[in-house]
């Protein structure tokens, strides 16, 4: 039987490459070797409402990325949080067996939560509906980027704890990463990730930008002292992480680029990256623009049924497992 795998990106603020590199390549590629599931966590997009808006545009929106970016709704169930409703009722199980001090640590939780003058429970609880949403397929691959670990470790947690206590119910999930990609920095300040809910736009590249952003973006970058380009996270974060951008994008190993711009300035180096980035992104755009939302909704709509089914199950088990009343 095939391994199972499950992820999701929130669907507020704006999907960038960050997303793209870290996430959502990892479930293209592991599509064929996995039953796959990819959600839009829109109940998790609910937690932070300054972020939220326009949720329902957004949810279409990533939505048909996933397909332009290689999802195949053949091999991969793609569908919306909020249409399991197996999710939210399986956070609250799992709320009962997790610790308010380990929810405390979440690094997450700490950075979303600084300098808010009241903090909603759902920012708190953020990881016990991530657990509820892995552990309800019982996936045993979680790819994701490298600030989420946290978060699948506190899964793996949760689902041991569920099992010791009321018998043997849920896999231990895998985080899986790309050593390469896990951590994307932001273009305006290499030591903080590039992120969807950065104020400054010049943060990312976002997926639909179009070339003339995406070339106004890359030139005013950040870069590091010295004019070599280099890879050094220490010495050049900022370089390093545009080096990392150009390879993913262009497919070239960090060291022949190197090589590459051996003897070149910040100036030209920039200029070719904005060729790859803008080549790398624009049939992705025009995939895009080609999917209609009859075309996507019908796709949801397939996915919300399988996934209902799926996770439908695994609640039948849980709810015999801790005893609830079964008529
Ligand atoms: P989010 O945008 O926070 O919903 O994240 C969706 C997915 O993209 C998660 O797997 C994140 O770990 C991943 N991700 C977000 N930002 C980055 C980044 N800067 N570098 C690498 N992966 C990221
Ligand atoms: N919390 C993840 C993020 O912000 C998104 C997410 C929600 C997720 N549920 C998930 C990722 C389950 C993997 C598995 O990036």
Redesign the pocket.
Known sequence: MKKRLL????TS?V??I??V????NQWVQMQNDYESFAML?DL?ALTTPSEAVNIEKKTLETAKLYLALGLNPKKTTIFVQSHVPQHAELSWILGTIARLGELERMTQFKDKSLGQESINLGLFAYPVLMAADILAYNADAV??????KQHVELTRNLAERFNSRYGQTFKIPEYISQKS?????GLDDSSK????SAENPKNYIAVLDDETTIREKIKSAVTDSGSEITFSEEKKPAVSNLLTIFSLASGKSVGDLEKEFTGHGYGQFKEVLSDALVAYLSPIQEKYKNISNSEIKNVLAEGAKHAQEVAGKTLGEVKKRVGLLQI
């Open positions: 992820s999701g990106i929130r603020g999907t960038h960050g997303n590199f870290g996430a959502i966590a998790h790819p994701v980027g490298e600030d989420q990609s896990a951590r994307i920095m990730k590039m992120s969807k």
